[in-house]
């Protein structure tokens, strides 16, 4: 069974400061990985995706993720966070289009 | 652009209650997904469909019911609700290529449901 694991269940960074969220799948075939952040109440919104080809994707909000096999990894970056990052964090893995297994999140909370 | 509806956005049931829950794809859209997220957990799935049938199943509950309409709509009818259901319930809405391609799922803003 597919399996996602988010390791850091809170971060809290200084604003401007880098950001990066780790993700590792356990998946036995080349995954199509997601992530998702929510916002308090609210649903949840995609910020990129990878299917196939360049490892690094760009995302929306300043984002990017680097897919490496090697290491099953598919961990997001942001070199400089806002006050407005501050949500919960959702990496994901689909099987073929088929239904999304989640992470248990990541909370990042930015403090000023 | 349009994205995905769902009603109501919050309910309020007593135990036992039945209670259904509505979703409207992105248009153009062929599959639907239903999610529940219960207080500080991440999102499980439920129940898929694709073209008006059931395409995977997930960890639905028997008291759990859904189904896929002719305009693509979908309905979670839950009956007999318990405590244990108050959660968020999202809905997602895919545009399915060809067989085994990847999709991007697009979730609705959700409805909270409250069991007491």
């Known amino acids: 069974a597919q399996s996602v694991t988010q390791p850091d269940i809170h971060i809290t960074v200084s604003e401007g400061a880098s950001l990066e969220l780790r993700c590792n799948y356990s998946?036995?075939?080349?995954?199509?990985l997601f992530w998702y952040v929510q916002s308090p109440g609210q649903g949840l919104q995609l910020l990129l995706k990878?299917?196939?080809?360049?490892?690094l994707v760009q995302g929306i909000k300043g984002f990017e993720a680097e897919f490496k096999r090697s290491q099953s990894s598919f961990n997001l970056r942001k070199p400089s966070v806002h006050w407005s990052d501050a949500a919960e964090y959702f990496c994901?893995?689909?099987?073929?289009?088929?239904?999304?297994?989640f992470g248990a999140g990541t909370i990042l909370r930015v403090k000023s | 652009a349009a994205g995905v509806i769902q009603s109501p956005r919050h309910l309020i049931k007593e135990k036992r209650e039945t209670a259904t829950l509505k979703c409207y794809p992105i248009?153009?859209?062929?599959?639907v997904y239903w999610y529940q997220q219960g207080p500080g957990q991440d999102p499980q799935f439920l129940i898929s469909?694709?073209?008006?049938?059931?395409?995977d199943k997930g960890s639905i509950p028997d008291r759990f019911s859904a189904q896929q309409f002719s305009d693509y709509h979908s309905e979670l009818n839950m009956s007999s609700l318990e405590l244990g259901d108050s959660a968020l319930y999202f809905c997602?809405?895919?545009?399915?290529?060809?067989?085994?391609?990847?999709?991007?799922?697009?979730f609705g803003p959700g409805t909270r449901l409250l069991v007491l």
């Open positions: 248009p153009r859209h062929d599959t």
């Open positions: 998946y036995g075939a080349t995954p199509y």
């Open positions: 469909f694709y073209e008006k049938m059931q395409s």
């Open positions: 997602a809405s895919s545009s399915r290529g060809r067989q085994g391609a990847a999709e991007t799922q697009y």
């Open positions: 994901a893995v689909a099987e073929y289009g088929n239904k999304l297994v």
């Open positions: 990878y299917f196939s080809g360049d490892t």
